[in-house]
């Protein structure tokens, strides 16, 4: 099971327009962080949850796809439910909740990893993850009090890139990684001819 | 310098409806392709050339954000020009023209590496890769005449992955990969803090 975190600071909680997700709070990365936590080629990782105050249940969502419109219109139903503490299903598998992050972390069962820049080398780590939920940023960061939230409840600090990359680039490397950490580290060449 | 070439068979080459992108032959796919060869946070690798019939240019291209509607709107004007053989500039650093595949190929200067789910594992070959033009299908494949064109030419087939993923996430894997080998293996953990 690999769970993921979008703390999308900017990004608005009443319905928008879907021909400007730019405009909504970078929407657009929103949508990006949900489609590559989720899709890969012709299907849906069922064994993955994405967070993004809103919960999209790898198992359980149906009518998926990876273009952005699409998942913005997912996201925009979500928000136009009134929302309350406990999850509630909005569309099959987007469950919506009045959470704050404090909450959301303390109610993971398993670890808690934070992709930073200053983190150690996800190529060290990817064999730890499994399990974990993974937490990014959006475009701008944490806050400073949600960083210091969060790393104090990480068991893990890992960076992906020498270069600063944008949160559905690094959910698509995390996946990468832990698919190859998962394959066991002797196997050499992979292939999907399997 | 980075080339990459999405081979998309089924997308429209008309103008097409920017909200219907996955309806005008999955140019959706294409928009997050060149959003995943050319961005980062913040900016655009400038090193990048991405080949989609037509060819954007990293160092030299404008106004480009990630989101696929500002792609696809930058892809929408380039199609709307009448083609000729050699290369037309739509807007800064967009670049149109009406070759076929085996020409495209045949003037790259560098070496030509074919992705590919029975190719060798990018992990040993990254280090050679910075300078070729990598070669995509999209999510259909290559037809089996491309298919066999492409291998003809093609100096390395390489496989990202042992799942079947995107063209987006392809590409996103091949950067991290060059990004790594860049920086040299014995170097341990990658840090932005630099």
């Given at each position: 099971m690999r769970s993921f975190l979008l703390v999308a600071n900017q990004a608005v909680t009443r319905p928008f327009n879907l021909n400007g997700l730019p405009n909504a709070g970078r929407m657009d990365l929103a949508c990006r962080f949900l489609a590559q936590a989720l899709c890969v080629s012709h299907g849906i990782r069922e064994d993955v949850d994405a967070f993004l105050l809103l919960l999209v249940r790898g198992g359980e969502v149906r009518t998926?796809?990876?273009d952005e419109r699409n998942i913005g219109g997912i996201i925009n139903k979500a928000l136009s439910l009134s929302v309350l503490p406990a999850w509630r299903e909005s569309s099959p598998g987007v469950y919506v909740a009045a959470k704050d992050l404090a909450t959301l972390l303390d109610e993971h069962p398993g670890d808690i990893a934070y992709l930073v820049?200053?983190?150690?080398d996800i190529r060290e780590t990817a064999g730890k993850l499994e399990g974990c939920l993974v937490v990014l940023g959006d475009h701008r960061g944490l806050e400073e009090e949600q960083e210091q939230l969060v790393r104090r409840r990480a068991r893990y600090a890992v960076s992906v890139s020498p270069h600063a990359l944008q949160a559905d680039q690094c959910v698509t490397i995390v996946h990468y990684e832990l698919d190859r950490a998962a394959e066991g580290p002797s196997e050499g060449k992979m292939s999907l001819s399997r």
């Open positions: 998926l796809s990876p820049e200053d983190g150690e």
